[in-house]
């Protein structure tokens, strides 16, 4: 995860709006796709039926489960990244400082 601590108010202005644009995204992306697949095109009732309900409420289970799961997949490769990123830095300083 970047480092928080060192930004600027407006750096962290400007990560707290993405940070609602991306969940925003999610949130219409989600609806969008189980609303495709749950609920049919010609509507026969103004309320939801119970399979229609059932449908979408598994959807949007499924929907943010894969959404943490890629997050936590995500937040571990930055994290690795950056653990490559001090070893290379440590390394190129080792190698300057030997010459």
């Known amino acids: ?11 962290m202005k400007l990560v707290q709006d ?3 644009e991306m ?4 949130y219409t992306r989600m609806a969008n ?3 495709s697949k749950c609920i049919p095109t010609k509507f026969k009732d103004a309320e939801l039926g119970k399979g229609e309900a059932v449908c979408i409420d598994r ?5 943010w489960e894969i959404h943490e799961q890629v997050g936590r ?3 571990s490769l930055s994290n690795m990244d950056e653990e490559t990123m001090k070893k290379l830095q440590e390394q190129q300083k080792a190698l300057t400082g030997t010459s």
């Not at 969940?23 to 999610?26: H, R």
């Not at 959807?59 to 929907?63: M, T």
């Open 23 to 26: 969940m925003s995204d999610m």
């Open 33 to 35: 796709a189980c609303h």
């Open 59 to 63: 959807c949007v289970a499924k929907y």
């Open 18 to 20: 993405l940070e609602v």
């Open 73 to 75: 997949k995500l937040q």
């Open 1 to 11: 995860m970047a480092n928080l601590a060192g930004m600027s108010a407006d750096q």
